[in-house]
């Protein structure tokens, strides 16, 4: 099958993370017969989306503007807001007729009266690209529309990107379409499966921190795309036992099979033990462990049996889905000389001691935890640091930055809290931490936190992070047990081992988390690069194809002059 | 259209034309994200929605509204409300 070259190699991923990938598009889906009825005829239907375009386009550019402007010091020129047609109000969210140049207000019901009296039927909010029908006299929905809105969006802000930093290469997203060969192909070698992975993972005895790790890698786009799409198939793989990435697919596999019973991972605990050295709390035998510290534990054996994967800068699928890169900035305090170190990470973990002085709420929050460790510059003590500039130890700073962030951000709060190596004397820490189902990290990256550099920054929603999944530690520490919450799409769902149930977003948020998954609204594409081993071994392969054209060709010499000795 | 409104568009379109509605929305946004509030409502409005036999925007508008405007933090809101004060302020010589 005919792959699109944006796929292949890469992270099979879609614009929205959580959605499912598409394979059957644009069947059409609306909620609004009208909308429906006119969309039949074909220049009704291009005059109306030529309208929704261009005032979507412009919401989107505005918004783009604001953001980068009001981080600007410098003034910039604004653009023109405009006014009701009818009250002249500043319109900050214009709702726009779709059959005229009508822009009026919504809070003074200047829109909807505008459609009454002109007989018109369509009008378009034009910040979210919410439809009003006149005749349903509501909001409609239409998914022709709400994708179109997406790709306006999106473009809109690989456009200011390309814009502001022209050497920078971002990999401008194409939405794959299936051509009539992948379509014939679809529809005779396929069978269609749910999108929807969602089963429960038995208790194999004390494996619940096991379970509610793997459900959060069965509900991460990344990993999902990149196992649904066949990129490790267990079936094909030639390493011989223990291949921790064929052990993934099989669970992939078992998970959207359809079979709804709960699932046994059994074979995934004898594999890590197998792959552990003696000194890691993996040895034979031991389950009942931290989430977390599976959580380390289980990527890190993944990135070690990826086929390709190296030391450094790896493309495994693993550091592909959750490495990112901290900035450490120490500067002098008598010169101002500045260093910094830039180093790998994999997740985060965040203490929940300490009081946050900047913060008026009582109870600390994700962003409160962020906040503390990074952006504030924190005061080296004396005799730490010695500049290398002017040679002072004292007074010097150092304030930590993401200097990249990842695709997918696993957060780890530090409830747990060891006084000493015995683990049996440690104690967990209750208090509630407030965090969000969708959070902006710029402030946190070492463009925002400093101010020469924020016109670098680029887009707001190029840090725009989505929650989804959660894991909890129920009980006291020595007999605790743990669960998560996993989202699919829009709808959350409870995870207790073999028990999946239904859950509303204020039970998530509502609860004691031990881990945080976020995951990248928007996410970079790098150009289609070949991987080194998949380019050398092709080489060698050609070599050796030329090696053996050289023989023959030296076998064939030396037959033709036996022959012409024979002859002469 | 009486004085009061003239009077409301006026100051919301300095408002808007200096950039100071973008920056008092912008913050007030993040600040809100942070209490919980957006996810608040996010929730009440997706459970609400669920629960209505015939989903209609402005009777879910109607259920909201009051909810949305009464849980916002008093600290937050006595901090914005002081922000508009003083943009006010610097607007009248
Ligand atoms: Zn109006
Ligand atoms: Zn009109
Ligand atoms: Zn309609
Ligand atoms: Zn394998
Ligand atoms: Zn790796
Ligand atoms: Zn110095």
Redesign the pocket.
């Known amino acids: 099958m005919s792959q699109p070259a944006a796929l292949t190699d890469q992270i099979v991923a879609s614009p929205s993370p959580p959605k499912p990938p598409v394979i059957v598009i644009h069947e059409e889906d609306s909620t609004c017969s009208h909308l429906v009825a006119l969309f039949t005829n074909e220049s009704a239907k291009s005059a109306l989306i030529k309208k929704y375009k261009s005032a979507v386009t412009w919401a989107a550019s505005a918004n783009l503007h604001k953001t980068q402007a009001s981080k600007h010091t410098a003034k910039k020129r604004r653009l023109a807001s405009p006014t009701?047609d009818?009250?002249h109000?500043v319109l900050t969210r214009p709702v726009v007729c779709l059959e005229c140049s009508f822009a009026?207000?919504w809070h003074?019901a200047?829109a909807v009266a505008h459609l009454r009296v002109s007989d018109h039927s369509f009008a378009v909010e034009a910040k979210t690209g919410a439809i009003f029908c006149a005749s349903c006299d509501d909001f409609v929905y239409s998914n022709i529309l709400d994708s179109l809105y997406d790709h306006i969006n999106l473009s809109a802000a690989e456009k200011t990107l390309k814009y502001r930093d022209p050497g920078k290469i971002k990999e401008a997203y194409r939405q794959w379409s299936p051509d009539q060969k992948d379509q014939d192909f679809l529809q005779t070698s396929t069978t269609e499966v749910s999108s929807q992975g969602r089963r429960g993972l038995l208790n194999l005895g004390q494996t619940c921190a096991m379970n509610t790790i793997l459900q959060s890698f069965i509900h991460n786009p990344l990993l999902r795309n990149y196992f649904l799409s066949d990129k490790h198939n267990y079936k094909l793989c030639l390493k011989p036992k223990d291949c921790m990435c064929c052990e993934m697919d099989k669970l992939f596999t078992e998970i959207f099979s359809g079979d709804p019973a709960p699932f046994g991972a059994l074979s995934i605990l004898p594999v890590m033990w197998r792959g552990s050295d003696s000194s890691s709390s993996f040895s034979e035998g031991y389950a009942q462990h931290d989430a977390h510290e599976f959580f380390i534990s289980c990527i890190q054996h993944i990135h070690r049996t990826f086929k390709g994967s190296t030391e450094s800068s790896c493309n495994c699928i693993i550091h592909s889905t959750f490495a990112g890169a901290l900035a450490s900035e120490i500067v002098c305090g008598k010169c101002r000389f500045s260093s910094t170190q830039v180093d790998p990470m994999l997740d985060i973990s965040l203490e929940l001691k300490g009081k946050d002085k900047d913060s008026s709420a009582d109870e600390p929050t994700l962003h409160s935890c962020l906040r503390r460790r990074y952006t504030r510059a924190e005061k080296l003590p004396p005799k730490t640091y010695t500049c290398s500039k002017c040679g002072s130890n004292s007074d010097a700073t150092k304030r930590l930055s993401f200097r990249k962030l990842p695709p997918v951000l696993a957060f780890q709060l530090k409830r747990f809290e060891h006084k000493t190596a015995d683990k049996s004397s440690a104690h967990k820490i209750t208090k509630p931490v407030r965090f969000p189902a969708q959070c902006n990290l710029a402030a946190f990256t070492s463009f925002g936190s400093n101010s020469e550099a924020t016109s670098n920054i680029g887009p707001d929603i190029l840090y725009d992070y989505d929650l989804f999944c959660v894991v909890n530690h129920e009980g006291a520490m020595d007999n605790g047990h743990y669960t998560n919450f996993a989202r699919f799409e829009d709808e959350w769902y409870r995870f207790d081992d073999d028990k999946v149930t239904h859950a509303k977003l204020s039970q998530v948020l509502a609860s004691n988390a031990y881990m945080l998954f976020y995951v990248k609204r928007q996410l970079d594409y790098h150009p289609v690069i070949r991987p080194s081993y998949v380019v050398s071994r092709e080489k060698e392969a050609q070599r050796e194809r030329e090696r053996e054209k050289e023989k023959l060709q030296t076998l064939n010499r030396e037959i033709d002059d036996d022959l012409m000795r024979l002859l002469t | 259209m009486s004085e009061g409104d003239a009077t409301f568009i006026e100051i919301h379109k300095r408002f808007t034309e200096k950039g100071e509605w973008d920056k008092i929305i912008t913050s007030l946004l993040e600040r809100l994200n942070e209490t919980g509030w957006v996810d608040s409502l996010r929730d009440k409005s997706k459970e609400s929605a669920r629960s209505m036999e015939t989903l209609r925007f402005e009777k879910l508008m109607e259920t909201l509204n009051p909810h949305a405007q009464g849980s916002v933090p008093e600290g937050v809101r006595a901090e914005f409300v002081e922000q508009i004060r003083k943009f006010l302020e610097s607007q009248i010589e």
């Open positions: 009701c009818a009250c109000v009026g207000c003074n200047h």
